[in-house]
């Protein structure tokens, strides 16, 4: 196994894209390391390997420790790492971007610095949730009681279905044994939403801090993505999950809202989503296969190569051809 500098650093080629990959994988109780380009998990069963190019998101729950060489293959193979506390109501991420262009990010940041495009985008976003009703002259007190109004009916439908009993949202912040089952279910369903759509907004190279909904928080575009499917995905998963008893049932949750993830291909769908909703008003381009291109801005919007020595200008046969490195 080679070491980590002197190993190669992977090209978007080479690495799995994030609509493609396993939504996420669950480990707890182990030690994760690294085999060749695979990362490892030893407990007492004996080792899993797991090919780190596929994952979307590794959940780390409690019990778990991991070694720098695993987390180095994560990061190039730009999967999110959430490290979950018990019960997982707790999370932290990170990764590397599966693209290396930069379009996607400053069509972000474009969108977010002008009031009236933050508006547009998230006008946007709530038209995906709600299709036959145009928001586009709605102000943003009204989209956010639409919202609300959204999630109250998905909880009592749900109820309805899956005969659990419900009676309001009730989140203990630090205590999660202090809700009924269903509000339990509902909070790990949540959390592994945030942890799916953070590595997506990771592998896309998106700013997890620039929301259109959510403000103020590091991980507001992440809370505004993964609240996209939390009615059609997170919810129903969590109700299903806690219809099957009291026992086990954040577990139970993470396992029916892998099943729906993989099925209705979410991530896929994520990918989609978040790049029309950022991309809307700009002009058609690829960014998951654009090789390294790093320019340099010059006067009048000009883009320059970078890598060369600009001290004076281009002279016969020269052409700045000298490199600053």
């Given at each position: 196994?080679?070491?980590?500098?002197?190993?190669?650093?992977?090209?978007?080629?080479?690495?799995?894209?994030?609509?493609?990959?396993?939504?996420?994988?669950?480990?707890?109780r182990c030690t994760v390391?690294?085999?060749?380009n695979a990362i490892t998990a030893t407990d007492a069963d004996g080792v899993t390997h797991i090919p780190s190019a596929t994952i979307g998101t590794l959940l780390l729950g409690p019990g778990t420790r991991v070694t720098h060489q695993a987390m180095s293959v994560l990061?190039?193979?730009g999967a999110g790492v959430v490290w979950i506390g018990e019960h997982g109501v707790r999370f932290y991420a990170g990764g590397r971007a599966l693209t290396r262009s930069s379009h996607l990010l400053e069509a972000q940041a474009t969108a977010w610095a002008n009031r009236r495009s933050r508006l547009d985008v998230a006008r946007a976003m709530y038209r995906l949730r709600f299709p036959d009703d145009d928001p586009s002259t709605r102000t943003r007190q009204q989209l956010l009681n639409m919202e609300g109004r959204r999630v109250k009916e998905c909880y009592r439908r749900e109820s309805t279905r899956t005969?659990?009993?419900?009676?309001?949202?009730?989140y203990h912040?630090?205590?999660f044994a202090a809700g009924d089952p269903a509000n339990q279910a509902v909070t790990a369903a949540a959390q592994c939403m945030y942890g799916i759509a953070h590595s997506v907004v990771a592998a896309l190279g998106c700013a997890a801090g620039l929301g259109f909904v959510h403000s103020g928080h590091e991980r507001s575009f992440?809370?505004?993505?993964?609240d996209?499917?939390?009615?059609?995905?997170?919810?129903?998963?969590?109700?299903?999950?806690?219809?099957q008893g009291e026992e086990d049932v954040a577990a139970r949750t993470r396992r029916a809202l892998r099943d729906r993830?993989?099925?209705?291909?979410?991530?896929?769908r994520c990918v989609r989503d978040i790049k029309g909703l950022l991309l809307a008003h700009h002009p058609p381009q690829e960014t998951d296969d654009v090789p390294d291109q790093v320019s340099l801005q010059s006067d009048g919007g000009l883009l320059v190569q970078s890598g060369r020595n600009y001290d004076c200008a281009p002279t016969e046969g020269r052409n700045w051809e000298e490199p600053i490195w």
């Open positions: 196994m080679s070491t980590v500098g002197r190993r190669g650093t992977s090209t978007p080629h080479e690495l799995t894209r994030v609509g493609d990959r396993i939504s996420f994988v669950y480990l707890e390391h690294r085999e060749d990061g190039e193979c005969g659990v009993p419900w009676r309001r949202r009730d912040h630090g205590d992440v809370l505004d993505i993964a996209l499917y939390k009615t059609d995905i997170g919810i129903p998963a969590a109700f299903d999950a806690a219809a993830i993989n099925t209705s291909g979410l991530l896929d």
